[in-house]
């Protein structure tokens, strides 16, 4: 474990120990039939090991626990800890010692001693102890560096520090993934739903006490991993969460800008925070583990100068009969004013009922106008709204609007539901 041991005999002496829960004993079996050479010897010798399971000495795992032997692989998001001891192995009182422990990662160098003040003396067969704790935010290698000065009876000052190294490997896989929503009066809305796949990467089972996103200042957040059973919120997991070694779980939350948000035009534009994943879990024995990944960012869809959403609409329309809708116009721009004309341009089913050219007039930054239209269908089935444009005469460029949303058309004969 140690990179160097020190060249010169020293007075004291340096032990350091990982503190980490147990593991459970595992027992070696060996055992043959009655009618073989050794007869019951072995079975005989499984019943009076003091580290088997009595009525059940087959069973690999025995009644006791085994102290760690090594520091181990460590995993990112859980707690390092280690009990550091200085004996004085001599017959002589030492002075002024000073006992630090630092641990080097692949980009800073943490001090992690409870106390940077010497003590004054050390007699024989005595001892200084100290117990360390780190929360790993880091991967790769990490190094511990314990050093150890002190002064002899001669006034002679002495050093030594000794490396223990060990990995810090990342326990869990997570991918995310948006999705924007879409509905029947809009094709695109300001809901965003977000997909996290957590794998478990390590070799043994985790316990996977929480998952939750926290969402940023902008989003209030919806979690849908529950379902209601009799009157009751039950986890679509189970009512135990346990993520097997290789194994995936797919959470999903649904964002809403808040309404103060949503309200202003343009705000909710380009890239965006949309928050963070808290991950906590639990290993055996109950070893404690969390990790908080980096603000999650989702390109918003983008709607250009102008956006054009349905805020009414029926499902379904009778066959060549008029029937009306709301439109809502939002200027997105922040800065500048529109004059707009609209156009309502025919298509092979969907026949629009006014004026076409009409001046809407000048809508200013940021704010929106509802508009009620008319219009009928001359082919029955699932039609697609379109052939709306919106021309701005200031800059001379038109916005076109097709595929808004669908309606169903239907023979006059049958009455809508």
């Not at 990982?18 to 070696?28: I, Y």
């Not at 460590?74 to 641990?103: C, M, P, R, W």
């Not at 002190?150 to 326990?171: A, I, N, W």
């Amino acid at each position: 474990m140690d990179v160097n041991q020190p060249k010169q005999e020293h007075l004291l002496a340096l032990k350091v120990m990982r503190l980490t829960k147990p593991t459970l004993f595992t027992n070696v079996l060996v055992t043959c039939e009655e009618r073989d050479l050794p007869g019951s010897l072995f079975n005989q010798l499984m019943k009076d090991d003091p580290s088997t399971v009595k009525g059940a000495e087959t069973l690999m795992l025995g009644e006791m626990l085994t102290l760690p032997q090594n520091f181990g692989n460590i995993f990112l998001g859980e707690t390092f800890s280690s009990y550091i001891s200085v004996h004085n192995d001599s017959n002589q009182v030492v002075k002024d010692i000073l006992v630090k422990a630092d641990l080097q990662t692949s980009s800073q160098r943490l001090n992690l001693s409870a106390s940077s003040a010497a003590v004054a003396e050390l007699k024989p067969d005595c001892c200084i102890d100290d117990v360390i704790h780190h929360e790993v935010k880091e991967i790769g290698t990490h190094i511990l560096v314990c050093a150890v000065s002190y002064t002899t009876q001669t006034g002679e000052k002495m050093y030594f520090r000794k490396f223990f190294k060990f990995q810090v490997l990342k326990p869990l896989d997570v991918k995310t993934k948006f999705y924007n929503a879409e509905s029947d009066l809009s094709s695109v809305t300001d809901e965003v739903f977000l997909e996290a796949q957590i794998q478990n990467i390590t070799t043994s089972p985790m316990f996977m006490e929480k998952v939750s996103l926290e969402p940023s200042m902008m989003y209030n957040v919806a979690e849908l991993n529950t379902v209601d059973a009799s009157g009751k919120s039950e986890s679509t997991f189970g009512s135990r969460t346990y993520l097997q070694p290789m194994d995936t779980r797919q959470y999903l939350y649904c964002l809403k800008p808040k309404q103060e948000f949503a309200e202003k035009a343009g705000i909710i534009k380009g890239v965006t925070v949309i928050g963070k994943l808290d991950i906590v879990w639990k290993t055996n024995l109950g070893e404690r583990g969390r990790l908080q990944t980096s603000q999650l960012q989702r390109m918003a869809p983008g709607y250009g100068d102008v956006r054009l959403s349905l805020e009414t609409i029926p499902d379904t329309v009778n066959l060549e009969e008029p029937f009306d809708i709301t439109c809502k116009i939002t200027n997105c721009s922040s800065e500048r004013t529109m004059d707009l004309v609209l156009e309502m341009c025919n298509t092979n089913s969907i026949h629009w009922c006014g004026v076409s050219g009409r001046q809407l007039g000048k809508l200013h930054p940021s704010s929106s106008l509802h508009l009620a239209l008319t219009l009928l269908s001359s082919v029955q089935g699932l039609q697609s709204v379109s052939g709306l444009r919106l021309t701005d005469t200031f800059l001379k460029r038109t916005y076109e609007y097709d595929d808004i949303a669908q309606v169903c058309v239907v023979s006059s004969e049958f009455k809508q539901s």
